[in-house]
């Protein structure tokens, strides 16, 4: 027999109701209005990573307008940046030699929307940073995954917002031989990962710039010469440096490496807030390569070893965020921003706002 048609549409305004007071229920924020997805989408973007622990209290919120968390779930973190019209979303990966299985494919993509529904989230970073070959079945498969997991967001969170995570060329770095144009085009922007770049390979292997300026402005004449509209690319800079042992330094402070380690063993990866307070320390000082655009200095080990860090500063940074307004880019962001020193120590505190500021000199 079935209802009439006004029972019908009582019904369903019934169960709409009791939809709305379910997910009111499930907010943890005391504005249930803060549980409602961030829409607006502003001109320029601040990306940025977290990572750990309540040092969000202390970001810089005027200029954020995405949170991509690799942390566990923080709720006051979610109704926090919802307050700021910031943008709280999930990040991850997936092995691409199981997703080449479109079944595999679809059932992940549908877990982590329904995690990011259930965790009133905004969206999704993916940091597939695996090898693959151009023309293989996980080469199509990674295409095809952008594209639905960003059709999926987009149509169950209204204003969602889905992010890709690329090396700093686009000329099959670390074998990563993915379809740039297409993810481009599929997804909402590329988050470009502008450092871990080798160090100088001449005659010798010498320590260099984690992210040093020409190579990092090239990679994005790369990507833009391909067709990638600079709008869908954000740059992103490094919070953290490498300390390497030197096998010698030469006169001009050269740090030479041990060969047979290469680059793996031969480099430490090191925040921003332990380089500050190494540097107070050095042999040397703060020195800075013209070159390369980067500081580094020269320290002693209890072992008496002699180490070579070069890192990224308020001065490195803001000359490569000059480019981003240059390019039209789409903004620019980090890894990480927990790797500041957030205590109340006045010397930290300047440091630490600095790098903030480099971000838009």
Not at 127 to 155: C, M, N, W
Request: hydrophobic content about 40%.
């Amino acid at each position: 027999m079935g209802l009439p048609p006004a029972g019908l549409g009582a019904l369903w305004s019934l169960l709409f109701l009791m939809k709305i007071l379910l997910c009111s229920s499930l907010c943890p924020c005391l504005d249930p209005a803060l549980c409602e997805p961030v829409a607006e989408t502003r001109d320029f973007e601040v990306f940025v990573f977290h990572v750990r622990e309540k040092n969000w209290l202390l970001y810089d919120w005027t200029q954020i307008t995405t949170v991509a968390t690799f942390a566990e779930y923080e709720p006051d973190l979610m109704c926090f940046a919802h307050s700021k019209g910031v943008r709280y979303v999930l990040s991850g990966d997936v092995s691409l030699k199981d997703i080449v299985d479109p079944k595999i494919r679809t059932a992940w993509i549908t877990e982590k929307l329904e995690l990011a529904q259930s965790q009133f989230m905004d969206g999704f970073n993916l940091d597939i940073e695996q090898p693959v070959l151009k023309g293989s079945p996980e080469y199509y498969a990674l295409t095809a995954l952008v594209q639905e997991t960003t059709e999926a967001f987009h149509r169950e969170i209204p204003g969602s917002q889905v992010t890709f995570d690329v090396p700093w060329a686009p000329n099959c770095v670390a074998a990563r031989c993915y379809n740039y144009t297409g993810i481009a085009d599929l997804c909402d922007f590329l988050f470009v990962m502008s450092y871990d770049m080798p160090p100088q390979l001449f005659t010798e292997w010498v320590a260099g710039a984690n992210s040093p300026y020409n190579e990092t402005l090239t990679g994005y004449d790369q990507f833009i010469n391909l067709g990638i509209n600079p709008k869908k690319l954000v740059m992103g800079i490094p919070w953290y440096g490498y300390d390497y042992e030197c096998l010698k330094l030469t006169k001009d402070n050269k740090c030479i490496l041990f060969k047979e380690s290469l680059l793996d063993s031969a480099a430490q990866q090191v925040p921003y807030s332990t380089i500050m307070k190494q540097l107070n320390s050095s042999l040397s000082g703060r020195l800075w390569d013209d070159f390369q655009k980067s500081p580094f200095f020269n320290y002693l080990d209890t072992q008496g070893n002699i180490h070579q860090v070069w890192y990224d500063d308020p001065e490195s940074i803001s000359l490569k965020a000059a480019y981003v307004p240059k390019r039209s880019l789409r903004g620019i962001g980090m890894w990480n921003a927990d790797t500041l020193d957030y205590s109340s120590d006045p010397v930290s505190k300047k440091q630490t706002k600095m790098m903030w500021q480099a971000l838009t000199p």
